[in-house]
């Protein structure tokens, strides 16, 4: 059976509208996974003695780890193909343990050069309420 | 270490390569997307797609297969300082497996600023042009690399 996914309308992307996706706990096998999907072998991703020498407390997360699980909350929200543009500000690093609570929130619904468009605000941040990320993204959802 | 300044007058090669269903899959698994048109040819191509399509922020495999083409190993950071300040991309057509990509990374600006506990940061942006084979830009991507004042437990 094909799974399909419904994507959310440009109608109903009134201003304010937000969704949520939580993920985790980050696990280290996330991370190595993560660098051989992504080809980012940066140590301190998995490397307990390089991490601890470089001065962190052990391996953290790929900032675009988080940022592709607040990529995956907008592009099955908003659909894969909608988007025109996606900023990501990496604030803090996420932890072996650590969830990622990501949350986005349509800030601007408007139409330009005959396109229905929306403007997203969003951010990842863990479970003490920390912020690991803030993004923005301009899309063009389904009318 | 002050930036090398003289990487800002290199240009780097343009590199190539296929996009695959394979890498497709395997990144889109690891985020968890339950999208079937990133691992599904059906779904894929039922929902308009020649083939399986590559989640948004797929790209950054790409970035610095080859340390000939990527200015990031040439910049002088110390490794144990540089971070990924800030990730941008730029959607322009639909990457999809089976597309044969050709890239070119360059340094698109520079800047210095003083640290908060003293010293210089530097910021770096590197821009990554993706164009497909008609040489229609398909994505761009920009990266900016920060390299700290101090380690983090020195600071």
Known sequence: ?143 | MPLDKSVLERTFPEFEFRVERGKIREYALVLGLTDPVHTDLEAAKAAGFDDLLAPPTFVRQFWHENPGNDPMPHLGYDPKRRLHGEQEFEYHKPLVAGMNLKGRNAIVSTREKEGRRGGMMTFVVIETRFVDEAGELVQVARRTLIETAAPPKEA
């Open chain 1, 1 to 143: 059976m094909t799974i399909v996914i419904e994507y959310a309308k440009w109608e109903e992307l009134a201003e304010g509208t937000e969704q949520e996706l939580t993920v985790g706990p980050i696990t280290r096998t996330d991370l190595v996974r993560y660098a051989g999907a992504s080809g980012d072998f940066n140590p301190n991703h998995h490397d307990e003695i390089y991490a601890i020498r470089a001065g962190f407390d052990k391996p953290f997360a790929h900032g675009m780890l988080q940022g592709g699980y607040l990529a995956r909350l907008l592009s099955e929200w908003l659909g894969p193909d909608s988007f025109k543009n996606l900023k990501i500000r990496f604030s803090a690093q996420a932890w072996p343990g650590d969830m990622v609570i990501c949350k986005a929130r349509v800030v601007r619904q408007y139409e330009e050069a005959g396109e229905r468009l929306v403007e997203i605000e969003a951010s990842a941040a863990n479970q003490r309420g920390d912020v690991l990320i803030k993004a923005t993204a301009t899309a063009a959802p389904r009318t």
